[in-house]
């Protein structure tokens, strides 16, 4: 049955071009027609300033530019609502006036996972030798990674998970590296229904950025329908824990290019649970807090207790690069 708040009008969706993100697009619309079998939608991918470039996104403006031309759009009324990646949305400013996410999708799979060429005989992190070539574009990655073994060297890679896998395999020229592993996210891979064996990263080896697997929902503040219909598929677990890990982001005055990582849980008695951790982007100095909200009060104050705890251990100056 049509919610009579949003009778016969097509609801139109920005989103990035990849296919990972039209993946994603096509579950959030699965989820949303599950509320409204009626729902009409429009899918309007967008190739962003930051797809198209292939150098360090640091020096384009950071990861935020996945999300800028989007919101936009979404200002100026030409989609009502977005898709985003979380860990794509900057934590050291607010969201664009006007702009709320309405709702967040439950939270799949957060780990990593390290794949190896085709016909590679290593299977772990520990099997790969000395000078082993990793790729990756995260600097949370390539920080972790450095942390656990500083004896390799991580690659930097760009594009669709596609192309990285055929980069991976010697399929496609990669500036004369020969590539021994690359590491990638569970759940894009099981979005994309790519189902390649690897070495999956345990939480000790490999924490995930602020917000990792968490699809968010955003649309016009006063489009009081929209928002509407996107709480209902809102997921309420998720909602606090990504509270939890985005304070923690904004505190430490941390965007999606920082070397910071933040993960929330939720004990079986409700309680959350965060860890943060901070590195430079060679893995040789880090930070690292986990804290439990006791009382089951407001994640924003637990993502703050840890944020002020990790800038307490010099934070600011790991982030910056500053020697201490």
């Known amino acids: 049955m049509v919610n009579v708040d949003f009778p016969d009008r097509l609801l139109r969706i920005g989103t990035r071009s990849s296919p990972l993100a039209l993946a994603q697009t096509d579950m959030v619309i699965a989820a949303l027609k599950e509320h409204e079998p009626a729902l009409q939608t429009e899918v309007v991918p967008v190739t962003t300033e930051a797809d198209l470039w292939q150098g360090d996104l640091a020096q384009l403006g950071g990861k935020g530019l996945y999300t800028k031309q989007i919101d936009t759009m979404l200002q100026r009324g030409d989609v009502d609502m977005a898709v985003h990646c979380v860990k794509d949305v900057p934590g050291d400013v607010p969201l664009p006036v ?183 982007r060679e893995g040789s100095k880090f930070a690292n807090a986990m804290m439990w909200d006791e009382h089951q009060g407001d994640p924003a104050v637990l993502g703050a207790r840890v944020a002020a705890e990790l800038l307490r251990q010099g934070a600011r100056s790991i982030i910056a690069g500053i020697p201490h």
């Open 98 to 280: 006007g702009l709320v996410f309405a709702a967040y999708m439950e939270r799949p799979d957060v780990r990593d996972v390290l794949l190896f060429p085709e016909g590679s005989e290593y299977t772990s992190l520990a099997d790969l030798p000395s000078g082993a070539n990793i790729l990756s574009s995260a600097v949370r990655r390539k920080a972790q990674v450095l942390r656990a073994r500083p004896d390799l060297k991580v690659v930097r890679v760009r594009g669709a998970v596609g192309s990285r896998l055929e980069k991976l395999d010697g399929k496609r020229k990669l500036d004369g590296v020969k590539p021994d592993g690359m590491i990638l996210a569970v759940a894009g891979l099981a979005r994309l229904g790519i189902d390649r064996p690897g070495y999956v990263l345990g939480m000790d080896e490999m924490l995930p950025a602020v917000g990792a697997g968490v699809l968010g929902l955003e649309c016009r503040q006063d489009d009081h329908s929209v928002a509407a219909l996107l709480e209902k598929v809102n997921h309420p677990k998720t909602q606090k824990e990504v509270t939890a890990e985005r304070v923690l982001l904004h505190n430490l005055r941390g965007h999606c290019n920082s070397p910071i990582a933040g993960y929330c849980t939720t004990e079986a008695d409700g309680q959350l649970v965060l860890r943060g951790m901070v590195f430079d």
